[in-house]
Every structure is written in C-alpha cells, then in structure tokens.
C-alpha cells in the first residue's frame, strides 16, 4: 500500500492573507483541472514557506531565495508538471531578487506567487524589500517589482491581487495557472497579503489599491503604456491591482526541448537497457 501524504493545517496567525492566497490557489487547480500527482509546489522562507505543507500535491521546501530555479529546473526535467513556486517578498526579492529576474527573462512556463506583506513576518517585522520608508526604521525606498518586471523583456504574465478582493484573486490565480498550463511561459502573481501581527495593511490597502479594470482603454498587452500607467499610479500613492501585462515569448522549455534526449524525468531507466555499456565499462578498467 502506497503511504500518501496526508496536508497539514495552517500554522498561520488568524487574519493572515496567506490563508486567502491558498483558498485560491487550491480553487483554481480544481477548476483547471489540476490534479495532485500532476503539480508540485515549491516553496521558500518565511510564513509563507509552509504552504506547500496545507495543499493536496506534491511539495518541495527549497533553501532560502532559491525557489525559482529549483522549480525552473523541476519544469525543464518534466515538462508536463504544473510546477508552481511560492513565496513571500523576502524570499523573493532579497535573497531571491536576482532569481526572480532571470526567471522574468528565460520565461520557463511555471507559476510564481509572491505574498508581499511588505514585512519579515517570520523573524519579528523587519522591514522587507517592499516596506514603505519610515516603516520602523526604513529609509530606503520600497520596490515595486511589477514595474521591474514590465522592463524586462522576456516577461509574459504580470499580474498582482490583494486578498481583501478574494473574487478578483482567484481570476487572476487561474489565469496564471492557465498561462503556464498552456506552455506559455512564466506567470508571475504578486498578492498583497497583510501580516496582521507585524504590518497589519488591511485598511490602508483597501483605498490604497486601484483595479486596473476600472481604466478604460488600459490595454495588458502595451508593455510601454503599462509601464506608465504604473509610474503614475506610483506617484499618486496607489497600488495597482489587476493583470498588468500578458505578452507573447518563447517558453524556456520548448527552447531547451530536444528529439534526440528526452526531458530526464520523462526517461526510460531500466537497468537492462543499459547493460552492454556497463560490461563495456567494466572492461576499460581491466
């Protein structure tokens, strides 16, 4: 009988906008028919890290910053996984910045969900990469890295939610899913998920964020024009929310596809097919 791994339940503080983020994450792979011996989810550091823990799949917990090409090559070696990377902006835009950006340019077709609480929830409410200057003692300002993605040419699928409108998250979690489903590259989904120990945001982002659906004209497809779009909304204080850009790219996978040597986990590795070269090794050495 095959032992299967049975999800834990969240270790969560009550509130925490991660629990919104897994609702619609497993919702979506329902609706998309994901099933669980067809996805891996990888996760990182932090509060967040755990949540691969809580879903029905297989799950993997990657070294600090490191999610991204750990499930870039999890998508490579099995091309047929949904592989989704998650994690929160500490993770992934410190340690892992320089990850997130590459994976923005190679556009493996695998889905990457940031929970920005704009805080290190995990180790007492330092301030994070995207914390707001005087956040504690924060001089610097924060990134936005919606618009880090917009510059960088390779990316296909921008996109970022807010817990507090769960309907508009679980739209956007499934066209990510959807996108890199489809091989069509990397689907990137930040979610604004308040810490309510820490960095309790739930007020001030609820007017802070501005649905990109309510601009008319706004086009996802205009990388120059979405770019402005975000520098403006930056300056007036507001955080955008909605898919910001969807583009057309290469995915990595099928680039790195080859007839002649199949993906590694997709091989034939029965020992007998292989025991001629083994003598024929054997012998070398006598």
């Not at 870039?72 to 996984?81: I, R």
């Not at 007020?203 to 649905?211: I, N």
């Amino acid at each position: 009988m095959t032992a299967t791994f049975k999800p834990a339940r969240p270790i969560w503080c009550a509130g925490c906008g991660d629990f919104g983020v897994q609702q619609a994450l497993e919702n979506s792979m329902q609706a998309l028919g994901i099933e669980p011996h067809d996805a891996l989810i990888i996760a990182g550091i932090g509060c967040s890290g755990s949540l691969q823990n809580n879903v029905r799949c297989y799950g993997y917990h990657a070294l600090h910053g490191r999610v991204l090409p750990t499930a870039t090559g999890a998508k490579l070696a099995n091309a047929n996984l949904a592989v989704i990377g998650v994690g929160g902006d500490g993770d992934g835009y410190a340690i892992g910045g320089g990850h997130l950006m590459h994976t923005l340019k190679r556009n493996p077709s695998l889905t990457y969900i940031v929970m920005n609480n704009g805080t290190y929830g995990l180790t007492k409410g330092q301030a994070s990469p995207t914390s707001p200057t005087g956040y504690g003692e924060n001089i610097e300002e924060n990134l936005d890295p919606m618009m880090m993605g917009l510059s960088i040419p390779g990316s296909t699928f921008l996109a970022r939610g807010y817990t507090g409108q769960p309907a508009q998250l679980l739209e956007l979690t499934t066209a990510a899913l959807e996108h890199a489903k489809k091989g069509r590259g990397f689907a990137y989904l930040e979610v604004l998920s308040p810490c309510v120990t820490y960095n309790d945001t739930y007020r001030a982002w609820r007017t802070d964020v501005y649905d990109l659906e309510q601009d008319d004209g706004y086009d996802p497809a205009n990388r120059g024009a979405a770019f402005v779009r975000m520098l403006e909304l930056r300056e007036q204080g507001r955080l955008p929310i909605g898919l910001i850009y969807k583009g057309e790219r290469p995915a990595l996978e099928t680039l790195a596809a080859n007839a002649d040597f199949p993906a590694p986990a997709l091989q034939d590795i029965d020992p007998a097919k292989f025991t001629e070269k083994y003598e024929q090794a054997l012998q070398s050495f006598m």
